[in-house]
Each structure stands twice: as structure tokens, then as C-alpha cells.
């Protein structure tokens, strides 16, 4: 791809969250609600499908309508990237064709879960979506879930073709991003993804990133991004730092999706509950999560532009 298509893509990107009715099938109202939230938030876009949005906890159908319902309500107004990962090379490569047909603007894809695949395997599994489509493909490494952390010789032999832009770096290891950086050139696109470390990542050479807690709050994350950008690293690590004492308050719930999805439901957009095995939020923690989302509002009043 040319170096301002690919620039383009460079940001901070909300890992959207699932959106159910009660019944916890996919709402497409509460999906394109939600999707229609992010605009104004001055995000670059959103990342359809992935962990946060438990894509692989959806049938293929379901994942098409969500991206379907996005796509109806903001297309041309933030970029989107699906992830587009299964299972199985045919599921993936089947919702790589619907999200190259719905207008999407890249593919992402975790390796084929559940096996210790090998690195011809993973390969291979990967190949099939990029050649299935014209749209640029963007590697999700998160060996943490996965069991396969990428190594760099496949990461430097995938970026010699023209589709394949960059990578979401999920692993904890702010070395290996920087790697990343290295191995894939100076047009290669590497996004941080623990959102505690995105100033690390940023430090490295990563440029944006993709994240489930932006969800919740976006503008901070926006904020943080241009903050770094302008040269103002004190005032960036302070904001990381505030940041993450939001995260760590957030992950002493019995499940981060459901505290987030409770957060925007104060916000008045409903997402219901996180599929199962993901656990829901239980009734207690309303009261403590109605004080969480007044801290994380007053932080955005304070540093949103």
C-alpha cells in the first residue's frame, strides 16, 4: 500500500464491545447506538470482532450482522477494522470476504485457536485471509490467550507483501514491540495493545493503538496519544499513570468487559452482559461502579480536547 494509505491508519482505535438485547442475542439497534457513541469521542476508528467484542464467542452470522450494524450506521465516518479470526482458515476467510463486501477498511486476525499450531500453520492460516480479499491485513499477536507469540523471522517474511501493514502487539513485552517496529520498516503499522503500557508502547515506536478499556474512555486515551505526539512526556506519563489506576480499579470486578459494559450503561448505552463463560457484573457492584464512571467522567472534563 502507499505510505499515506497506510498513515491513515495510524491512532487510537476502540476495541468495540459486544451489544446484546436481554435475551443476549446481538441487538442491532444497541450495536449501531453504541458505534454512533465513538464518533464525536475523536478516536481514529473502531476494531469490530476482536477479544473485547467476543467475536470468537459469536457464531459467523452474529459476527457479520455486528459488523453489518456498524457499518450501516458510521460508515465514512471512522475507519474500521474487523477482526476476522476463527477457529477454522475456511470461517476466517469467509468473514474476511463479508468484511472486504461491507465497506470495511482492514482485516485482523488472531492464529487458529485451541491448537499448538505451528509457525508453517499459523502462517499459512494467515495467507488465506490476505490473499482472499484486497483489503490490508493487520496481525493480532497475543500469545497470552493464544499459546503462539510471533516470531519476528515470520513477522519480517509476512511484511514483504504490499497487504500486510502492521501488527497489534497484545504481548506484554514493549522489547518485542519495538522488534516488531524494527523488522517490519518504517511503513509498517505496529499498535499497542495492553492499554496500562500504551505510553511504553508508544516510547517504543508503536504508532497508535487498540484497546477494550478506551471504551470507556476514549477522549483520555486521545489525549494521552497527543500528548506524546507533542512532546509533552511528563505530562503523558502523569496521564498514564491516572489511566491506570482506572484499569486497576476496572479489573478487580469479576470480569473487565462487564464492568466496562455496566459504565456505558450509566451512559445511557446499553450492551447488556458479556456472553458466557465471560461473568456478568453482579447487582453489588453498581454503587461502586456508579463512582468509578464519575471519576473517569471528571477526568475527561479535565483533559478532553
Known amino acids: ?19 446484546y438485547d436481554d435475551e443476549g442475542n446481538v441487538s442491532v439497534q444497541r450495536v449501531k447506538k453504541l458505534a454512533r457513541y465513538y464518533v464525536s469521542t475523536g478516536v481514529k476508528g473502531l476494531y469490530v470482532g476482536g477479544s473485547t467484542g467476543e467475536g470468537i464467542l459469536q457464531s459467523t452470522e452474529e459476527r457479520k450482522l455486528v459488523l453489518e450494524s456498524v457499518m450501516d450506521e458510521i460508515r465514512g465516518e471512522l475507519l474500521v477494522i474487523v477482526h476476522v479470526g476463527a477457529a477454522s482458515t475456511r470461517e476466517s476467510v469467509e468473514l474476511s470476504r463479508h468484511a472486504e463486501a461491507c465497506g470495511a477498511n482492514a482485516i485482523s486476525a488472531v492464529p487458529a485457536i485451541y491448537y499448538r499450531l505451528s509457525v508453517a500453520s499459523v502462517e499459512a492460516h494467515w495467507q488465506a485471509m490476505i490473499d482472499s480479499t ?9 500469545p497470552q490467550t493464544t499459546g503462539f507469540n510471533l516470531p519476528v523471522n515470520l513477522l519480517e517474511r509476512m511484511a514483504q507483501q504490499d497487504k500486510v501493514i502492521g501488527v497489534k502487539m ?9 522488534q516488531f517496529k524494527e523488522a517490519g520498516g518504517e511503513n509498517f503499522l505496529v499498535y499497542n495493545g495492553p492499554d496500562e ?5 508508544k516510547i517504543m515506536g508503536a504508532d497508535g493503538g487498540i484497546g477494550g478499556t478506551y471504551g470507556v474512555m476514549p477522549e483520555l486515551f486521545c489525549a494521552l496519544n497527543g500528548l506524546f505526539d507533542e512532546g509533552l512526556v511528563d505530562e503523558a506519563i ?4 491516572k489511566i491506570n489506576g482506572i484499569i486497576k480499579k476496572l479489573l478487580n470486578y469479576p470480569s473487565l468487559y462487564g464492568a466496562c459494559k455496566y459504565i456505558m450503561h450509566l451512559r445511557g448505552i446499553d450492551t ?23 471519576e473517569i467522567e471528571t477526568m475527561i472534563a479535565a483533559y478532553a480536547r
Not at 490490508?136 to 499477536?141: E, R, S, V
Open 1 to 19: 500500500m502507499k505510505k499515506d494509505e497506510v498513515a491513515r491508519l495510524k491512532g487510537i482505535f476502540v476495541a468495540m464491545y459486544s451489544a
Open 134 to 142: 484486497s483489503l490490508p491485513f493487520i496481525i493480532y499477536n497475543i
Open 170 to 178: 497484545s504481548g506484554e513485552s514493549t522489547f518485542e514491540l519495538q
Open 197 to 201: 503500557q500504551f505510553l511504553a508502547g
Open 238 to 241: 502523569a496521564l498514564q499513570v
Open 272 to 294: 447488556g452482559q458479556p456472553r458466557m463463560p465471560l461473568l456478568p457484573v453482579k447487582t453489588e457492584h453498581g454503587e461502586s461502579l456508579s463512582v468509578l464512571n464519575h
